[in-house]
């Protein structure tokens, strides 16, 4: 095991702790807040920011849409620069929080932002970037990466920089009550997708991150099996925690990872829109089927322990299958209104990105992403 570990993010959680932020940004920095389509305006969230930065100059960027795209983001970035902006507040989910991050590092970029994107240059500098989560799932609060769609192209890509990490993020779980039930399933299956992704792979010894993991996905099935408990403060903070902790890199330091179901996900989002988890559970149980020899030892201990199976990895791939439907997220494809060019609209679009050999092992190719697409559908 080799790696480097360094998560800057200061997390304050807990009821109330929106205060903070009167602290944690210098009075002398004006702020521009960011947000999206108006949901914190209905549950009170903005007012609660309106009243921490009572004493700080600051103003507002809204309609950052789910699945942010650089049109939009690229509005604020002129705003940014005219206003000369010094620290960014991202409001809301992780379409919003990855807005900003590809904000911070674009309004001091001379060139076209999606360079980012496209792998052709690094960001070098950015400006200071705090959070106010709303909706726990995507682990971005307190991440370094970042998502972000080109809507001129049908595109959907990400990059990695230390330069996204916010300098805090607030994770206030009385601000989920007005989630629905579909972003609530939403979370929960994200959560466990990055779990999964950082986890089924090849064994190693490797026995924080297995046993973190773990930890992280038992919470998650104790939470599907008290579904009915979602709308109480108590599940909802632990699905705030958890699904921050899935997806802080964390558990996947120094061991050998999987994205393959993310990659292959974010095509079906680009093309026909479907929510980030909802694209995940079409996938991931159909590769976990495809991929079965290389993942074999990892699911079998999944199944020992986390859903308590011995010896049938095809029920511990039922098992999640079950999971993802109880919190009604489907598993297949075929739930959607999906058009007969779903398999070469994907296949192509990660081709046309180099994306051809992914996995662990870099052996899940693109017959094999036909043959999941194709089961995802029957
Ligand atoms: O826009 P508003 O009005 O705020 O409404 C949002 C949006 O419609 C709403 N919402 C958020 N908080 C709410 C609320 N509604 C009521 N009450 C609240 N408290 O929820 C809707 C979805 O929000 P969004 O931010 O899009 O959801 P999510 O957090 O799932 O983020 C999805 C995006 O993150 C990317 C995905 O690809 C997708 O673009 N991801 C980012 C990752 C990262 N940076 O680490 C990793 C993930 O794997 C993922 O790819
Ligand atoms: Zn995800």
């Given at each position: 095991m080799t790696f480097s570990y360094h998560n800057p993010t200061a997390l304050q959680f807990g009821e109330g702790q929106i205060q903070s932020i009167t602290n944690l940004i210098d009075k002398d920095q004006k702020v521009l807040v960011v947000y999206g389509g108006g949901s914190i305006k209905k549950n009170g969230v903005y007012d609660q920011v309106v009243k921490a930065l009572e004493n700080h100059t600051w103003i507002e960027f809204s309609g950052v849409e789910v699945n942010p795209t650089i049109e939009t983001m690229d509005k604020a970035v002129k705003v940014v620069k005219e206003e000369k902006i010094d620290f960014v507040l991202a409001v809301g989910g992780g379409s919003v929080i990855d807005g900003c991050k590809y904000l911070v590092a674009a309004s001091l970029y001379d060139g076209d932002g999606w360079d980012f994107l496209d792998g052709s240059k690094e960001v070098e500098k950015a400006l200071p970037l705090g959070v106010i989560l709303t909706l726990p799932a995507t682990g971005s609060e307190s991440n370094n990466l970042t998502v972000l769609s080109r809507k001129s192209t049908d595109e959907k890509r990400m990059y990695f920089s230390?330069?996204?990490?916010?300098?805090f993020a607030v994770l206030d779980p009385s601000f989920m009550s007005t989630l629905n039930d579909r972003q609530l399933g939403n979370g929960l299956v994200d959560a466990f997708v990055h779990t999964s992704e950082q986890y089924l792979t090849y064994p190693i010894p490797a026995l924080v991150n297995d046993g973190y993991a773990e930890t992280l996905f038992r919470g998650l099935v104790t939470l599907a099996n008290t579904w009915?408990?979602?709308?109480t403060l108590v599940w909802q903070e632990n699905l705030m925690h958890i699904a921050n902790q899935a997806l802080n890199f964390q558990i996947g330091a120094g061991v050998p990872q999987d994205w393959s179901t993310h990659l292959v996900g974010h095509e079906l989002t680009a093309f026909y829109n479907l929510d980030h988890a909802r694209s995940l559970a079409v996938v991931q149980p159909h590769l976990l089927r495809i991929m079965m020899d290389d993942k074999k030892e990892k699911i079998a201990k999944m199944g020992e322990n986390v859903f308590g199976i011995k010896n049938d990895n095809e029920a511990v791939i039922v098992a999640i299958e079950t999971l993802y439907n109880k919190v009604?997220?489907?598993?297949?494809?075929?739930?959607y209104e999906i058009d007969d060019k779903v398999i070469s609209n994907v296949t192509n679009a990660l081709e046309a990105k180099g994306y051809t050999a992914l996995g662990e092992n870099a052996n899940i190719t693109l017959d094999k992403v036909t043959t999941i697409l194709t089961m995802s559908m029957k």
């Open positions: 230390d330069f996204s990490y916010p300098k009915e408990d979602r709308r009604g997220v489907p598993t297949k494809l075929s739930a």
